[in-house]
């Protein structure tokens, strides 16, 4: 169970374009997500929290103009890098945690997506 | 901001041995986690742990929780050829809308047959 399912798992595109990353929670509904950006031989940093329904919580240091966060439904959340450039250019995962399990309750991530901008 | 620190970077075993990790941090955490992750995948969570002291086992994994709730420890028994990975830990703090996972820069583990 708590299986989180991301699409696509690789883009590549040139520069200036506009990708879209969706996350689904496939066997569970998750009123959060969270999206995290991964560098080479680096750990996850988190870049937002996404909450259903309402705006996204985004860390410090992140352009919101830069990565929309779309978070209509229960089992889905959308990450969209506007007009990319190379040095974004990143594994991103996301991830989520079983509504009403507890606050404490395991992330579980998706298998990330590969965007290689040109 | 909260760091958790994991060290060495990489280790280097040989299959059959033992091989324990530490993660420590500055600040308290309300629960821990351990992740691995391969390459080109999302982290797969191996233990969680929710109580100061706590030690849990899944498989030949064995995972304790610090009682200072600052540190955690992940020990893998009798190490195979796919044990291969990053292992990362991760505390997670907060709750409800700020409710987050922070994560220590991972050890890549090796196995030589």
């Known amino acids: 169970g708590a299986v989180v399912s991301q699409h696509p798992s690789r883009v590549i595109c040139k520069s200036g374009t506009s990708v879209k990353i969706e996350c689904r929670s496939l066997?569970?509904?998750?009123?959060?997500m969270f999206w995290y950006r991964q560098f080479p031989k680096q750990s996850l940093m988190l870049m937002a929290t996404?909450?259903?329904?309402?705006?996204?919580?985004?860390e410090q240091g992140v352009e919101k103009d830069k990565f929309l966060i779309n978070h209509a439904s229960l089992t889905l959340s959308t990450l969209t890098v506007t007009s990319a450039h190379p040095e974004d250019s990143s594994f991103y995962i996301c991830s989520a945690f079983v509504l009403g399990g507890g606050s404490n309750q395991p992330q579980h991530f998706g298998d990330g997506t590969r965007l290689s901008i040109l | 901001g909260q760091q958790l620190n994991q060290s060495p970077q990489s280790m280097f075993i040989q299959e059959g041995e033992d091989v324990s990790m530490n993660c420590t941090s500055s600040?308290?955490?309300?629960?821990w986690l351990w992740y691995k992750q391969e390459p080109g995948e999302g982290p797969v969570l191996l233990i969680a742990l929710y109580k100061a002291g706590e030690l849990t086992s899944n498989g030949r994994l064995t995972a304790q929780f610090g009682i200072t709730r600052k540190d955690s420890f992940l020990n893998i028994s009798a190490s195979i050829p796919s044990d291969v990975g990053i292992y990362f830990c991760?505390?997670?703090?907060?709750?409800?809308?700020?409710?987050?996972?922070?994560f220590g820069k991972g050890i890549t583990l090796s196995v030589r047959p």
């Open positions: 600040s308290i955490f309300n629960t």
């Open positions: 991760a505390g997670h703090g907060g709750s409800g809308a700020n409710s987050k996972l922070t």
């Open positions: 066997d569970f509904q998750a009123t959060t």
């Open positions: 996404s909450n259903e329904g309402s705006k996204a919580t985004y």
